[in-house]
């Protein structure tokens, strides 16, 4: 399973970004359950921004709660994370990660935790 993270890029503080990201391969069915997204300052530790179970039920850091809203579309395989009201201390590399399930053509199932590339958020002014 292959995540591809893409909407980061450069914001004034106050600003808005939307990050997506969306799973793909060779699978012949998935079932996604938990959505995540993680992101890592320079010089800091990776941390759990915020989680999504397959039914919608989510989770924040204190840090972002408020401002970031996670979110799914289960027919696209593909989580959203919807930041506004960016500070400058959100700065990071946000990286987006999925638990699945899935069958191939020829076997499964097979349990898969899998991350994205990483996206860069800056903000600025």
């Known amino acids: 399973v292959q995540l591809q993270a893409s909407g980061g890029g450069l914001v004034q503080p106050g600003g808005s970004l939307r990050l997506s990201c969306t799973a793909s391969g060779s699978f012949r069915s998935i079932t996604i359950n938990g959505m995540e997204w993680y992101r890592q300052a320079p010089g800091k530790r990776r941390e759990l921004v915020t989680t999504?179970?397959?039914?919608?039920?989510?989770d924040y850091a204190d840090s972002v709660k408020g401002r970031f809203t996670i979110s799914r579309d289960n027919a696209k395989n593909t989580v959203y994370l919807q930041m506004n009201s960016l500070k400058l201390e959100d700065t990071a590399v946000y990286y987006c990660s999925i638990d699945s399930i899935y069958y191939t053509a020829y076997d499964g199932p097979h349990a898969e935790r899998s991350w994205g590339q990483g996206t860069q958020l800056t903000v600025s002014s």
């Open positions: 999504i179970t397959r039914g919608g039920i989510s």
